[in-house]
């Protein structure tokens, strides 16, 4: 056993070794420089060593790196404060993670209605195809069958309904209901808006029935839809959000973020992190919100997808035996390929640019933030030959 490989097995690697990164480029071990339009998964908001996100890194590691939250961190009341003035919240508890934001939004939501005499009401609604993390509580509140399985009991008080159904929302609600749990776009579903009638109705539900809107926001938020967080598309705000990739720009950093009323119930010892909230993570974190927030960002975030989404929809058509359709918001876009979406990703990869599969057969395009009009079109004609060889191939 020598030779076996110390990583759990977990993962299906790609055969790349990445050495470097230049803004929305990656550089592997053999020198190909590869289109970065997977961005870590959304994670890297303003590509790779943007050189503000690096300074700030540097500065601070030069003098310290972890405190726990036994005391003070200025960098969190700094943050916390440019994070709920850019917002609808008033409160924020830092994490490290995604997951770990959820897991938060969660206990929020659940504590709410304990410390107002209703410990009953501890049920979300969730929705096909979404996904919140890997955690026992964040899969269970996805509920995809292929992360539950062989992991135990499903964690209790979550139940998945239909995507969009509005009337099935409606008659799952009990006493026992504390809040809806969605994500505006779902990302690991396959790039699946939600309308913004569906969302509107659903904060209507809660308005009436007291319960409290709880969005995921962890691909789609900080400037990802061209928005700083995709909500406000629909003119609604909820109770409690949970954020993290963009925010960090690659550091491991996510957020609870929630209403004076919606976290009245996380009093001193309800909940903690050790990591979370560290003077690293603040220090990217506001780097990230620097830039995130200058005047005419997300303009350029909606000047970019206007083009990359126009691209697209021109493949589209030249193209319909390779591609299906194309959706998102923002530089949230995806591919709904009419082949597998191995092959097509498979292509893309040899024309020397990165992806990320979804689910519903969806090739996702998540490019930095930062990415140019010029690198949007190279990104294009890459896809695009990638589409006229797939097209070959079947033809022959």
């Not at 055969?15 to 998964?41: K, N, S």
């Not at 993390?133 to 239909?162: C, D, N, S, V, W």
């Not at 909500?231 to 954020?243: L, N, R, S």
């Not at 319909?320 to 998102?328: F, Q």
């Amino acid at each position: 056993m020598a030779d076996a490989a110390p990583l759990y097995e977990t993962y299906m690697r790609a055969p790349l070794r990445f050495t470097r990164g230049e803004g929305v480029w990656l550089i592997a071990e053999d020198g190909e420089r590869y289109l970065d339009f997977a961005a870590g998964v959304a994670v890297n908001s303003l590509g790779h060593a943007h050189p503000h996100l690096v300074a700030a890194l540097k500065d601070q590691a030069e003098k310290v790196w972890h405190l726990s939250n036994l005391y003070e961190v200025p960098g969190q009341e700094s943050l916390g404060r440019r994070l709920t003035d850019a917002t609808f919240a008033d409160k924020v508890f830092f994490t490290n993670s995604g997951a770990e934001a959820l897991e938060c939004a969660i206990k929020t939501a659940r504590r709410y209605h304990f410390a107002k005499g209703h410990p009953g009401k501890f049920h979300i609604l969730t929705f096909d195809g979404a996904f919140h993390g890997r955690t026992i509580a964040t899969i269970a509140a996805g509920g995809q069958e292929k992360y539950i399985e062989g992991f135990g009991p499903k964690a209790p008080g979550f139940l998945k309904l239909p995507f969009g159904d509005i009337a099935a929302v409606k008659d799952a609600i009990t006493e026992e209901t504390a809040g809806i749990l969605i994500e505006p776009v779902q990302g690991e579903g396959g790039i699946r808006p939600v309308s913004k009638e569906f969302m509107q109705e659903l904060r209507q539900l809660c308005d009436e029935y007291g319960l409290l809107l709880i969005l995921d926001e962890v691909q789609s938020g900080v400037g990802r839809t061209g928005r700083l967080f995709a909500h406000e598309w629909a003119g609604v705000t909820p109770d409690i959000m949970a954020v993290a990739k963009g925010i960090g720009g690659g550091f491991p950093l996510g957020a609870c973020l929630a209403t004076d009323e919606a976290a009245s119930g996380m009093v001193a010892g309800t909940h903690g992190s050790t990591y979370g909230g560290s003077p690293l993570a603040m220090a990217v974190g506001n780097a990230v919100l620097d830039v995130v927030l200058e005047d005419g960002f997300l303009e350029h975030v909606r000047d970019v997808a206007l083009v990359f989404r126009q691209g697209l929809a021109a493949l589209k058509d030249r193209f319909p035996e390779v591609i299906e359709d194309v959706r998102g918001e923002g530089l949230m876009l995806g591919i709904k390929a009419k082949i597998p979406v191995a092959d097509l990703l498979k292509a893309v990869r040899a024309e020397k640019l990165l992806g990320v599969p979804a689910g519903d057969n969806v090739l996702r395009l998540l490019p930095p933030l930062t990415v140019t009009a010029e690198e949007a079109r190279e990104g294009l004609a890459r896809i695009e030959r990638a589409a006229e060889k797939l097209t070959a191939a079947k033809a022959a």
